[in-house]
Every structure is written in C-alpha cells, then in structure tokens.
C-alpha cells in the first residue's frame, strides 16, 4: 500500500505531460506517418521500386521531404552565419596585429595570454562574447525548432517497423532488425562528414585555442564512432533514416560552405 502511494505522486507528474505528447503527435507525428504510407504504398505498385524496398525507400523520401519543409529554417541559418563571419572578420581585423604581438610576448604562457587579451578586448571595447549571439542563432536555434519534427520522424519511422509490412531494403532482409555492419558505417562516415564540413563553415576566432581545436577533432570522431555502435544494435531502419539525413544535411553544407560562405569571404 505504501507503495502504491509512493508511486502516485510520480504517476500524476507524468500524467501531466500526457496532454503535450499527444498535441505534439497530432501535430507532427500523424501527419508524418500519412506521409510514409503513402510513400510505401505508391513505391510498391512499380516492380523495380518494390524490388528495392518499398519501406526504405519511403524513409529515404519522407526524409527528403522533411529537409524541403525545413529549407527556410536552413536559410534562416546560413544568414545568421554569415552575420557572425563578418562580424568575426571585421574583429579580426582590428585587433589581428595586436593580438599577434600579445601572442609573441606571451608565448608558453596561455593563462597569462588569455588575460592579457580579454584586457585588449575591454580597451578596445569588443564584447567577449562577440559573435556568441549569431552563433547561437546559427546553430542551437534552429536545432531546437527542428527538434520536435525530427523526434516524431524517428518515432514514426519507429512505428513502422514494427507494423509487420515486408520490410525488404537492398541487402537487408529486414528493417526492424539490425543490420550490423554495412549501414552503421555508412550512417557514421556520413555523420563524420557532415561534422567537417559544419565545423569548417563556423566563424574564425580571433584568437587560436589549441585546447579547444583538439575537443573540436576528438568530437568530430567520437560523434560518428558512437552513432556506429549505436546503430549496429538499433533497427536497420533508423540507420537508414540518419545516413540519409546526414547525407542530405553534408550536400547542403558543402553548397552553403562552397556557393555562399566562400564567396562571402572572397567579397569581404
């Protein structure tokens, strides 16, 4: 009895999130899981699609599809990160040679460099945090609108493989079960390559902070060997569903960093 009671109080809070989980399915998730059936369902009438597999092929396009409905967000991104490149570079500018004396007179010295540079930033007034704000619009922002529209595509990508549906893809029997090698390290090279090319488009610092450059690296290859163990256990179908997302998100960066962001850099 005790314990029933002692359960309750914690029953009731979860209870209370019930309400938002299903507005939050209403919202994305049915409206995401139409858009699979239909998917499945048109591929399967044509005999070389339903060769294929229609299940993964859907998630290839329910993906895509996803990708274009957030293209204005991408966009929203790509302006952001041009606001704090140039912000970066006029900063750069300014106080390049002396941060570059500061730099020599303090060498094998960082602590003491450090302090001596946050003195020059004060003098000169530059915030220390100049550029955090566009930064922050240019990554995190973005994310988290996305995130809600990204979890129920996972859950219905989720719900469908275990729908009982012939899910064929290519060389995997079955996308409920794990594939264990091919798809994982696909998913996780693509999500490597993706890391590249995100940390390449990010704003210069004004300053060279090797202890920082060496977590940014060991992220880059941490992130992608952790997404292969995890996908080596999970349904072959969500390995799918993140090689085809980080493929499309590393097209999309390579055309940001090569078709915009350079050609910034090259106009001043």
Same mark, same amino acid.
């Given at each position: ?12 809070? #979860? ?21 699979? @059936? ?22 290839? =396009? ?14 929203? %991104? ?29 060498? $094998?010295?960082? /602590?003491?460099? %450090?302090? =001596? /540079?946050?003195?020059? +930033? ?10 955090? $704000?566009?930064? *922050?619009?240019?990554?995190?922002? !973005? ?16 719900? #469908?493989?275990?729908? $009982? @549906?012939?899910? @064929? #893809? ?7 079960? !794990?594939?264990?090698? *091919? ?19 990010? !704003?210069?610092?004004?300053? +060279?902070?090797? %202890? ?12 992608? &060997?952790?997404? &292969? ?6 349904? =072959? ?32």
């Amino acid at each position: 009895m005790a314990r029933r009671l002692a359960l309750a109080p914690a029953l009731s809070i #979860f209870d209370a999130f019930l309400p938002v989980r299903a507005a939050w399915w209403a919202l994305f998730g049915l409206p995401l899981l139409a858009v699979l @059936h239909w998917a499945v369902g048109f591929l399967a009438a044509f005999p070389v699609t339903l060769a294929i597999g229609p299940f993964g092929l859907g998630i290839i =396009a329910t993906t895509l599809v996803v990708r274009l409905v957030l293209l204005p967000l991408t966009a929203y %991104q790509v302006r952001a990160s041009l606001r704090a490149r140039r912000q970066a570079a006029a900063i750069q500018a300014r106080l390049g040679p002396a941060v570059a004396r500061l730099r020599r007179r303090y060498r $094998g010295r960082p /602590l003491e460099f %450090q302090q =001596a /540079l946050l003195e020059l +930033k004060r003098r000169e007034g530059v915030d220390p945090l100049a550029g955090a $704000g566009d930064a *922050l619009r240019a990554g995190l922002l !973005p994310w988290l609108v996305q995130l809600p529209v990204l979890i129920a595509l996972y859950q219905v990508i989720l719900t #469908f493989a275990h729908s $009982g @549906h012939d899910l @064929h #893809f290519l060389w995997v029997v079955n996308l409920a079960l !794990p594939d264990p090698v *091919l798809l994982p390290v696909l998913a996780g090279t693509a999500t490597f390559l993706l890391t590249r090319l995100t940390n390449a488009s990010r !704003p210069p610092a004004l300053e +060279k902070d090797e %202890q920082a450059a060496a977590t940014s690296r060991t992220l880059a290859i941490v992130s992608p &060997v952790s997404l &292969v163990v995890f996908a080596h256990f999970a349904p =072959a179908a969500l390995a799918l569903y993140w090689l085809t997302r980080s493929l499309v998100g590393a097209a999309q960066q390579w055309a940001v960093n090569r078709l915009v962001l350079s050609r910034a850099a090259a106009t001043g």
